[in-house]
C-alpha cells in the first residue's frame, strides 16, 4: 500500500500538472479552452474536498475511503 506522504507527492505533481495547462489556457477565448479550464477546476476542488474530508483528525494520515477516493482522482 502507497503511504500518505507518497501519495501526497504524487497529488501535488498532478495538481501542478493540471494548474500549469490552466494557466497556458487562461488567454484563449475559444469554447473548448473555457470548458477545459472549467473541468480542469472541478478536478481541483474534487481533490481538495477529498483531502480535507480524508485526512484523520490532525494526524496527517489519510483514511482508506478517502485514500481510494484520491486513487481514482490520480487514475483520471
Do not use: P
Not at 505533481?13 to 470548458?35: C, G, P, Y
Not at 481533490?47 to 478517502?66: C, N, R, T, Y
Amino acid at each position: 500500500m502507497t503511504t500518505t506522504a507518497d501519495l501526497m507527492k504524487r497529488v501535488e505533481i498532478r495538481k501542478q500538472e493540471l494548474i500549469t495547462t490552466l494557466r497556458e489556457l487562461k488567454n484563449s477565448v475559444t469554447d473548448d479552452a473555457a470548458a477545459t479550464r472549467d473541468a480542469i477546476k472541478k478536478r481541483l476542488s474534487e481533490i481538495g474536498h477529498a483531502l480535507k474530508e480524508g485526512l484523520v483528525s490532525g494526524s496527517g494520515e489519510v483514511g482508506d475511503v478517502a485514500r481510494n477516493r484520491i486513487e481514482r482522482w490520480l487514475q483520471n
